[in-house]
């Protein structure tokens, strides 16, 4: 999760090594004001997703899963040996039926998670933690025979994306999707005959959204 305590910190290495003052640095983002910058400082808010993609459009080179959560290094050209994987704008719950049609925004790079294929947001009611309501989750494709029960997938059900913790019911060949927020969203059964794909939520990255 994105911890608001160092993002500034995070920003005060880019300006730095960029070589530029906050006013250039919004000018070339094409903020508003620079006065977000500023309550990012205050420790009001944390680097959000739509601050993060700014940067990592205007600044290819800068990665973003740094600037989110403090993790790895500031420039991409130093993780050679990491995974780069394409990651998408777009929620899984209304993109990834279509994944083949969609152009990545850019490559993820995180050196202590491997064997995902991408990265996709999620914003789950079911599954967010509260207090956060965003999530980049890193996703491998994976055969439904190699389901495993306990593990999080993102499943197709009649064309719906689900997030989900899967229980399977053996006998009557069944699965019980289990949410994280189970209080305001019960558990839900499927007829296992029905799912149509699953990605193995590899890991998850919680993000702040303002």
């Not at 680097?47 to 993790?71: F, H, K, N, Q």
């Not at 699965?175 to 296992?192: E, G, K």
């Amino acid at each position: 999760m994105t911890n608001k305590s160092n993002n500034w910190e995070r920003l005060e290495e880019l300006l730095k090594w960029l070589g530029i003052s906050v006013n250039q640095f919004t000018r070339r983002l094409n903020m508003p004001r620079v006065e977000n910058l500023y309550h990012i400082k205050r420790g009001n808010y944390g680097i959000s997703l739509e601050l993060a993609d700014r940067i990592c459009e205007a600044y290819p080179e800068v990665d973003r899963t740094w600037l989110l959560s403090g993790v790895g290094t500031m420039c991409l050209k130093d993780k050679d040996n990491a995974e780069r994987r394409p990651y998408y704008h777009q929620y899984v719950e209304d993109a990834i039926m279509k994944l083949d049609e969609l152009k990545p925004a850019g490559k993820a790079v995180m050196p202590y998670i491997t064997g995902y294929d991408f990265v996709m947001r999620s914003a789950s009611r079911a599954m967010c933690d509260k207090q956060c309501a965003v999530n980049d989750l890193f996703l491998r494709r994976v055969e439904l025979s190699d389901v495993v029960q306990g593990n999080e997938y993102v499943i197709l059900v009649d064309g719906e994306a689900i997030w989900c913790k899967v229980r399977l019911v053996c006998k009557s060949a069944q699965w019980r999707l289990v949410s994280r927020n189970r209080l305001d969203f019960p558990d839900r059964y499927i007829d296992s005959a029905k799912v149509e794909k699953a990605w193995r939520v590899v890991a998850r990255l919680a993000v702040m959204t303002s």
